[in-house]
Antibody, heavy 117, light 112 residues
Framework: QIQLVQSGPELKKPGESVKISCKAS????????MHWVKQAPGKGLKWMGW????????TYADDFKGRFVFSLEASASTANLQISNLKNEDTATYFC??????????WGQGVMVTVSS | DVVLTQTPPTLLATIGQSVSISCRSS???????????LNWLLQRTGQSPQPLIY???KLESGVPNRFSGSGSGTDFTLKISGVEAEDLGVYYC?????????FGSGTKLEIK
């Protein structure tokens, strides 16, 4: 069955970096785009951008340009999100989500990233 | 950016009651290819969002048919015909027509 399994929770200090992963299984990884979504504690969902899993080209929403990097390990069917120079406001749960041509059809379980001094 | 306004923010329902959630868009979600990319998601507490409906009214596989979606252009509705206990959580509409992709602010369904 199709699954997106994300890495575990992270506790970081301001200024540090974090890399979280999203491992896909049950389908051909390069056939579907991968998106990233942020959910701050108690808040709604915010789209961060997506990566073309065939070409590796990332596209970032305006609020996520600069410190955020989407990457792939295609041989391992894995998408990664790296955040550098962490700030308190980066504390959130980060989801990966596979997109068909019409919707997000599968989601990872989410990774809680806590930034605290 | 497309703003999706969901109402009501909170919905209190009894088991068996039918309820509706509205999602209004700041611009038309009709794509030039003729599709309207408006989706509905349910996020239960502590879980990732679960897709319910795509292309306004098409049910995702495994979603009970008490859920239905309707609408066009800028006005959309999710209806639950006969709420069940497992339906509690936060419902989000989401548009897939224009970049950046955007979500509504959510409607929390609580069971009396």
């Amino acid at each position: 069955q199709i699954q997106l399994v994300q890495s575990g929770p992270e506790l970081k200090k301001p200024g540090e970096s974090v890399k979280i992963s999203c491992k896909a299984s049950g389908y051909t990884f390069t056939d579907y785009a991968m998106h990233w979504v942020k959910q701050a504690p108690g808040k709604g969902l915010k789209w961060m951008g997506w990566i073309n899993t065939y070409t590796g080209k990332p596209t970032y929403a305006d609020d996520f340009k600069g410190r955020f990097v989407f990457s792939l390990e295609a041989s391992a069917s894995t998408a990664n999100l790296q955040i550098s120079n962490l700030k308190n406001e980066d504390t959130a749960t980060y989801f990966c989500a596979r997109s068909s041509t019409v919707a997000f059809d599968y989601w990872g379980q989410g990774v809680m990233v806590t930034v605290s001094s | 950016d497309v703003v999706l306004t969901q109402t009501p923010p909170t919905l209190l329902a009894t088991i068996g009651q039918s309820v509706s959630i509205s999602c209004r868009s700041s611009q038309s979600l009709l794509h030039s290819n003729g599709n309207t990319y408006l989706n509905w998601l349910l996020q239960r507490t502590g879980q990732s969002p679960q897709p319910l409906i795509y292309l306004v009214s098409k049910l995702e596989s495994g979603v009970p048919n008490r859920f239905s979606g309707s609408g066009s252009g800028t006005d959309f509705t999710l209806k639950i015909s006969g709420v069940e206990a497992e339906d509690l959580g936060v419902y989000y509409c989401m548009q897939f027509t224009h970049y950046p992709l955007t979500f509504g602010s959510g409607t929390k369904l609580e069971i009396k």
